[in-house]
T-cell receptor, first 113, second 112 residues
Framework: NAGVMQNPRHLVRRRGQEARLRCSPMKGHSHVYWYRQLPEEGLKFMVYLQKENIIDESGMPKERFSAEFPKEGPSILRIQQVVRGDSAAYFC???????????FGEGSRLTVL | DAKTTQPPSMDCAEGRAANLPCNHSTISGNEYVYWYRQIHSQGPQYIIHGLKNNETNEMASLIITEDRKSSTLILPHATLRDTAVYYCIVRVVNQAGTALIFGKGTTLSVSS
């Protein structure tokens, strides 16, 4: 049973470009969470999604950031018009919604030049 | 705001027990205590969780005080690979719309 898969593992973008990060949850999991970790800082919650629904986006920046978890396919975290401050590790986690245990992927590291 | 308080750092000798404390004085009756750790730059890893009773698994033991206002994570025989940031989190299970909120955690350094 594969764990949470994130890709790409590393992404380099120039200022103003778009970044798309993908997350495939563990098999049987329908709850996905995105976190951001800036260099030398802790994990910050961004958004919590269930299939086709955003449950909690209280941690998402108001502009340029969006997330989706379609009925088919991976969850996508999209960052438009990236700026240098978006450089960070973005972690995805999934759960079955019952046990409360979250399983994390290895993260996608975004570097904005 | 994080609902837990942890020391920022701790040291432990290899082979000794590492006891990591956590204060959660405002914990509610239906909130569980979770422990995760993050080894350098990797994704966080679940360790253990509990409600009232002490818990043990292959990784660690969790001791929760009777009043549930604090807990201790015990790594019985710390190894160098246990060097990581350890997060204590309180959370209601089975409540839709709740995510894990990480605080600053405790940086555990295990040395030989």
């Amino acid at each position: 049973n594969a764990g949470v898969m994130q890709n790409p593992r590393h992404l380099v973008r120039r200022r103003g470009q778009e970044a798309r990060l993908r997350c495939s949850p563990m098999k049987g999991h329908s709850h996905v969470y995105w976190y951001r970790q800036l260099p030398e800082e802790g994990l910050k919650f961004m958004v919590y999604l269930q299939k086709e629904n955003i449950i909690d986006e209280s941690g998402m920046p108001k502009e340029r950031f969006s997330a989706e978890f379609p009925k088919e396919g991976p969850s996508i975290l999209r960052i438009q018009q990236v700026v240098r401050g978006d450089s960070a590790a973005y972690f995805c986690a999934s759960s079955d919604g019952n046990t409360g245990e979250l399983f994390f992927g290895e993260g996608s590291r975004l570097t904005v030049l | 705001d994080a609902k837990t308080t942890q020391p920022p750092s701790m040291d432990c000798a290899e082979g000794r027990a590492a006891n990591l404390p956590c204060n959660h004085s405002t914990i509610s009756g239906n909130e569980y205590v979770y422990w995760y750790r993050q080894i350098h730059s990797q994704g966080p890893q679940y360790i253990i969780h509990g409600l009232k009773n002490n818990e043990t698994n292959e990784m660690a033991s969790l001791i929760i005080t009777e009043d549930r206002k604090s807990s201790t994570l015990i790594l019985p025989h710390a190894t160098l690979r246990d060097t990581a940031v350890y997060y204590c989190i309180v959370r209601v299970v089975n409540q839709a719309g709740t995510a894990l909120i990480f605080g600053k955690g405790t940086t555990l350094s295990v040395s030989s």
